[in-house]
């Protein structure tokens, strides 16, 4: 599955990484998992264009995020044809192809600027060229000193 980390897709849609991870931790986005601590998340491309559309329902019509996230997957969906939420009055449409378009130059960009980092314990360091070796570990030589 292609997907894009959770900094690229920050980056992308203008907003902080811990505000990006705390929706997807705390509301349900298509296609991303919610995994335990210390797993890194992937959002695939379907998701990332759910989450720039629920950010431009919610900063134009005031629409919290959880209802937003949902309206703008019905919109993606249904190829982003008119939705009637409460027939026969509010109906939403969306050029999805411009969307689609204005999110990839976005994202493009994006992926330069926000390089993949690793996670966890960085490396040991190394002394005179030679890897440090933890001080419970042994040479065969050493192990068979040892007194019995």
């Known amino acids: 599955m292609r997907g894009y980390t959770v900094a690229a897709a920050a980056v992308t849609l203008r907003v902080s990484p811990k505000w ?3 929706v997807l931790s705390h509301h349900s986005v298509a296609g991303v998992r919610k995994g335990r601590q210390g797993i890194k998340r992937l959002i695939p491309p379907n998701a990332l ?4 559309v629920a950010l431009i329902l919610t900063r134009s019509f005031f629409i919290p995020i959880g209802a937003a996230l949902a309206l703008a997957r019905e919109l993606r969906e249904s190829g982003g044809e008119a939705v009637r939420e409460h027939p026969p009055f509010p109906t939403i ?3 999805l192809a411009a969307a689609r378009s204005h999110l990839d130059r976005r994202l493009g960009d994006a992926i330069e600027a926000a390089p993949d980092r690793p996670r966890g314990r960085p490396p040991r360091s190394k002394k005179n060229g030679a890897p440090v070796r933890a001080p419970h570990q042994t040479t065969g030589k050493d ?6």
């Open 93 to 95: 449409g969306l050029d």
């Open 143 to 148: 192990a068979g000193s040892s007194a019995s």
């Open 20 to 22: 990006l991870d705390n």
């Open 49 to 52: 264009l759910d989450l720039e």
